[in-house]
């Protein structure tokens, strides 16, 4: 009988080495251009010291997929804030910095025009100077060389976003293999009254709705209005910045809580209607009683 060899899962990263990090760093890698809060920024790519200490560090146990609404934002700050403040954010500035950071501009320009060809670019100022840089006693400053804080703080939740999308697939496998979900219409009921996980590219395509259907009408070979527009959210999201969407729609600021409210009543009214056209059950009515918490604790009901 064979027998079967039991591996450890490979983890996404390797444990974080303050000692291994260098005092000198490199000049980042621009990865894309994102625009975030009406400006735009250049998005670095993390080296394996800063990916290691995000993960291993900033995240370490954290349970990604549960994180929503305000507790997601407030990590993720939290997060982005302290990386700043670790060796692998930190860089001994060295007389040809300048020389480097004057080059990014040009591979901002140069990256427009590979992604986004209709779009008129224009460079930025050239001169590599920064308000966002940082430098403390010890003749460190934050490794923003070029790049603002924005840029980084996009390529720190990239990190952060991709490691909950890979969380979250480990946890759909195991549901399937335990056998599936124990009431099938559980995920119906779950988008009917908002509490679906609403992701990046849910709020891009509702907020794009018009772009992309636009965008749609130009494309061939697809015959399927519905075909159509999959395939234009498709090639849009992949040129957008998923971060800063995944940012976005883990924030409560936009949330309509009163509608939010009236799906409950909604959801309640259909469950009551399905229990009637399955006809297993003799007419009855049926009541809800709604309680609040407020923020001092105390309950609050309404019908």
């Known amino acids: 009988m064979a027998r079967t060899k039991n591996?450890?899962?490979?983890?996404?990263f390797k444990p974080y080495d303050p000692d291994g990090v260098p005092g000198i760093m490199p000049f980042p890698e621009l990865a894309h251009g994102a625009t975030t809060k009406g400006e735009e920024a250049a998005v670095p790519k993390v080296n394996k010291h800063q990916c290691s200490w995000?993960?291993?560090?900033?995240?370490?146990?954290?349970?990604?997929?549960?994180?929503?609404?305000?507790?997601?934002?407030?990590?993720?700050?939290?997060?982005?804030?302290?990386?700043f403040?670790?060796?692998a954010f930190q860089h001994t500035v060295q007389p040809q910095d300048r020389d480097e950071e004057a080059c990014l501009p040009a591979l901002v320009v140069a990256w427009k025009q590979k992604?986004?060809?209709k779009k008129q670019t224009t460079a930025a100022d050239g001169d590599g100077d920064s308000s966002d840089e940082e430098e403390d006693e010890g003749g460190h400053r934050g490794l923003l060389r070029g790049y603002s804080k924005a840029g980084w703080r996009l390529a720190i939740q990239k990190v952060i976003s991709n490691k909950r999308t890979a969380e979250r697939a480990k946890c759909k496998t195991k549901q399937d293999d335990a056998g599936g979900e124990a009431n099938p219409e559980?995920?119906?009921?779950?988008?009917?009254?908002?509490?679906?996980?609403y992701t990046g590219r849910d709020k891009f395509r509702d907020d794009?709705?018009?772009?992309?259907?636009?965008?749609?009408?130009?494309?061939?070979?697809i015959s399927n209005a519905g075909g159509k527009f999959r395939k234009a959210e498709a090639v849009l999201w992949a040129k957008e910045d998923q971060a800063s969407?995944?940012?976005?729609?883990?924030?409560?600021?936009?949330?309509?809580?009163?509608?939010?409210?009236?799906?409950?009543?909604?959801?309640?009214?259909?469950?009551?209607?399905?229990?009637?056209?399955s006809r297993k059950f003799r007419p009855f009515v049926a009541t809800m009683l709604m309680a609040w918490l407020s923020e001092e604790g105390q309950v609050h009901f309404e019908w």
């Open 115 to 117: 992604h986004w060809a």
């Open 54 to 83: 995000i993960l291993d560090i900033g995240v370490c146990d954290a349970d990604l997929p549960s994180l929503k609404g305000k507790a997601a934002s407030d990590f993720y700050d939290r997060v982005k804030n302290n990386a």
């Open 7 to 12: 591996t450890k899962p490979k983890e996404m």
């Open 85 to 87: 403040n670790s060796k």
């Open 186 to 197: 559980a995920p119906a009921l779950s988008k009917l009254l908002g509490l679906a996980a």
């Open 208 to 221: 794009c709705h018009d772009v992309i259907h636009e965008y749609s009408k130009t494309l061939a070979g």
């Open 245 to 277: 969407w995944e940012a976005a729609a883990a924030a409560e600021d936009d949330v309509d809580w009163a509608e939010r409210q009236k799906l409950v009543a909604s959801g309640f009214k259909h469950m009551v209607d399905r229990l009637h056209a």
